[in-house]
C-alpha cells in the first residue's frame, strides 16, 4: 500500500464532516433497529441508496438487534458463514436471506401462502389474477418486464417496465425472485415485496410463465404451483389469435409456444381447467387456505 495522500485542510475537514455524518447516520439506524421500528430486510432497502449504511459493518448490525450484543452476534455470523469484517454492501444476495430469516420478528402471524399460477400464454392467467385482487386480500405480486406497455396498461398496476438496462440492473442486484425470457422478452418478479408480504401473513399470488415458475418451485418448495389449462384446445387458440394487442407475428410466435407449455403441466403440484374464472378464483382460495404454514 503507497503512502497516503496528502490531504489539504479543506479537504480534510470535508472528510472529517462526512465520517461525522455517517457515523451520526448510523448510530440513528442503530436506535431504530434498537427498538424494532425496522426490520433487518428494511436496512437491506436503505443500503442500496445510502452510502453509509452500505459501507457499515455487518457485525455492528446485528450487535444493534435486541437481545444480541457482541458475543451472539459474532456467534451467529460464524454460524452463518459471514466473515466478522463483511459491510452490508459486501453481503451476497444469500447471506442476505440468511440474516432476514434469522432475524424474523416474532410477529405471532402465520406466514403466508405462495400459489404460483402459471400455463400456457393466453389462457386467462392475469384475468383470473385480477380477479382475485379484487375478490380476496391475496398480495398478488407486480412483475417487471422489458415489454412496451399495451394501450390499456398502467405502470406499477399491470407491471413495472423496465428497460433493458434497468432489468439488467435488478437482475445483478439480486432483486428477483425469478426472471425469464418469454416471447422475446424479460419478466420478473420482485422478490422483495412478495418477502415482506408473506411474512406479513399475506397469501401471494405470482401470475408467471412455465420456466419461472419451476425456479420459484427450486428456491421456496413451499410454494403451491397451480397450472392453468384451457377447456378445450381450440379455446386457446382462438383467445390467442383474438388478441388484438399483439401483432400477427406475434400471436403465431406465442401459439408455438402454448403448445410446449401444454406439455408442463405434469410438473405442477396442481391442475385447474379456466371454464369459469369465478371457479378458478375460489379453487385457488381454498387451495391458499388447505395449505397454509
Ligand atoms: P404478457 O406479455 O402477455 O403480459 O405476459 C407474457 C407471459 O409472461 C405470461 O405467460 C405471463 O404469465 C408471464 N409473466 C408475467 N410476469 C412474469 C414474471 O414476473 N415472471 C415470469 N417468469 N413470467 C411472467
Known sequence: MGAPPQLTPEERARALAKAKLSRQVRAALKLRIKSMEISIAQVFDIATSDEAIAKMRVLELIESIPGMGKVRAKAV??????SPTRRVQGLGR?????????????????????????????????TVAKALKISSPFFVSVSATTRSPRFNEVEGIDYHFYSHDEFDGAISRGEFLEWAEFAGNRYGTPRRAVEDAL???????????????????????????????????????????????????RRAARLALAQEEMAAASFFDKVVVNTEVEKVVATLIEFASAHRG
Open 94 to 126: 444469500h447471506q442476505m436471506d440468511l440474516l432476514i430469516e434469522e432475524f424474523v420478528a416474532p410477529s405471532g402471524k402465520e406466514k403466508g401462502k405462495l400459489v404460483v399460477l402459471s400455463g400456457p400464454g393466453g389462457v386467462g392467467k392475469s
Open 77 to 82: 455470523m460464524e454460524r452463518l458463514n459471514i
Open 199 to 249: 411474512r406479513d401473513g399475506q397469501n401471494v399470488l405470482l401470475e408467471i410463465e412455465i420456466t419461472g415458475a419451476k425456479q420459484v418451485k427450486e428456491k421456496m418448495n413451499e410454494a403451491l404451483l397451480v397450472f392453468l389449462e384451457p377447456p378445450t384446445w381450440e379455446e386457446l387458440v382462438s383467445r390467442l389469435e383474438g388478441r388484438g394487442t399483439d401483432s400477427a407475428e
